[in-house]
């Protein structure tokens, strides 16, 4: 190990790196060049840091990146004013902090919204994430190629290197036929990889919106209510603690634990106004609808009955 290392343990550096590398990928991500002057690389920091925030990802994820700059360029040790105080910020109020689980009525009400506007690609990535415990970034990067589709409506996601997969791909195994036909569809049409071809940012942007119109902003739904809130209806339903934790990809027990009873706990006291409740029953029968009309075209095209 280089004499400026000694001290410091092979698993803190690797959370190092890797959170040097998830903050140089965000400014990749967000079209944002590397700052050369100090005061600019704190905006920048600061930035990441409450897209963290947004993100409910780990504090530790903050803690990392700001400990990370700190070794690993020791001259910007006392440049980061800004990114501290959003750090101070935060631990000030993380504990209480938790997405909001998103129930199934809305999200699939979002998603009808999102195909009556001719968002068929939002809408799929929405529900495919919704059933599989997406996190955010790893929905709005989704590829065809990553997806195989089987006629039994089962869909396999390969998911590259996430937070916790130590840098190796992950296998996700979901069954649903209705959303099995949407990204089938969604693929012979294709014109690219990509399945949504759209940033982070426009994804939550996009979300606002719909949950806007359904009257839902007072519910303060995040883009991370998706990946909660899928896991947690599942939990609610009876699904396994094991499948849970594997679909969900959690390392730590003890953890998975909490945040699935805690929002489980938040979406059995969830209520909606009654112009909500109308607008959540109309919108959810339109992706059925939609998904329906799709199998009953493809069952038709191979000669199959309905």
């Given at each position: 190990?280089?004499?400026?290392?000694?001290?410091?343990?092979?698993?803190?550096?690797?959370?190092?790196?890797?959170?040097?590398?998830?903050f140089?990928?965000?400014?990749?991500?967000?079209?944002?060049?590397?700052?050369?002057?100090?005061?600019?690389?704190?905006?920048?920091?600061?930035?990441?840091?409450?897209?963290?925030?947004?993100?409910?990802?780990?504090?530790?994820?903050?803690?990392?990146?700001?400990?990370?700059?700190?070794?690993?360029?020791?001259?910007?040790?006392?440049?980061?004013?800004?990114?501290?105080?959003?750090?101070?910020?935060?631990?000030?109020?993380?504990?209480?902090?938790?997405?909001?689980?998103?129930?199934?009525?809305?999200?699939?009400?979002?998603?009808?919204?999102?195909?009556?506007?001719?968002?068929?690609?939002?809408a799929?990535?929405?529900?495919?994430?919704?059933?599989?415990?997406?996190?955010?970034?790893?929905?709005?990067?989704?590829?065809?190629?990553?997806?195989?589709?089987?006629?039994?409506?089962?869909?396999?996601?390969?998911l590259?290197?996430?937070?916790?997969?130590r840098?190796?791909?992950?296998?996700?195994?979901?069954?649903?036929?209705?959303?099995?036909?949407?990204?089938?569809?969604?693929?012979?049409?294709?014109?690219?990889?990509?399945?949504?071809?759209?940033?982070?940012?426009?994804?939550?942007?996009?979300?606002?919106?719909?949950?806007?119109?359904?009257?839902?902003?007072?519910?303060?739904?995040?883009?991370?209510?998706?990946?909660?809130?899928?896991?947690?209806?599942?939990?609610?339903?009876?699904?396994?603690?094991?499948?849970?934790?594997?679909?969900?990809?959690?390392?730590?027990i003890?953890?998975?634990?909490?945040?699935?009873?805690?929002?489980?706990?938040?979406?059995?006291q969830?209520?909606?106004?009654?112009?909500?409740?109308?607008?959540?029953?109309?919108?959810?029968?339109?992706?059925?609808?939609?998904?329906?009309?799709?199998?009953?075209?493809?069952?038709?095209?191979?000669?199959?009955?309905?």
């Open positions: 190990m280089a004499l400026r290392f000694i001290g410091l343990k092979q698993k803190t550096l690797r959370c190092y790196e890797r959170a040097l590398k998830t140089f990928d965000f400014l990749e991500e967000e079209n944002i060049r590397l700052p050369s002057k100090p005061r600019k690389l704190d905006e920048c920091v600061a930035h990441f840091l409450e897209h963290l925030f947004l993100e409910d990802r780990p504090i530790t994820y903050a803690g990392h990146t700001l400990s990370a700059f700190r070794r690993f360029y020791p001259h910007l040790r006392y440049k980061f004013p800004l990114s501290r105080q959003y750090f101070s910020n935060w631990k000030s109020v993380h504990v209480a902090r938790q997405a909001v689980p998103l129930p199934p009525q809305a999200l699939f009400a979002i998603a009808g919204v999102a195909i009556a506007c001719s968002e068929f690609s939002y799929a990535i929405l529900l495919v994430g919704f059933l599989a415990f997406l996190r955010t970034s790893e929905m709005v990067h989704l590829k065809f190629s990553q997806v195989h589709v089987s006629t039994d409506g089962t869909i396999v996601l390969v590259p290197s996430s937070k916790t997969s840098d190796k791909p992950e296998s996700i195994s979901v069954q649903d036929h209705r959303i099995a036909v949407l990204l089938s569809w969604l693929q012979t049409s294709a014109s690219t990889d990509q399945i949504w071809n759209g940033s982070v940012p426009q994804f939550r942007a996009f979300l606002a919106r719909f949950c806007e119109f359904l009257n839902l902003e007072d519910m303060n739904f995040s883009a991370y209510s998706i990946r909660r809130g899928g896991a947690s209806s599942a939990f609610l339903r009876g699904t396994s603690f094991d499948q849970l934790l594997v679909t969900g990809r959690w390392q730590s003890k953890t998975a634990r909490i945040y699935l009873d805690t929002g489980r706990a938040a979406l059995i969830q209520s909606f106004s009654p112009r909500s409740t109308l607008l959540l029953h109309h919108f959810s029968s339109v992706v059925l609808s939609y998904c329906n009309q799709l199998r009953k075209r493809r069952l038709a095209s191979t000669g199959s009955k309905c």
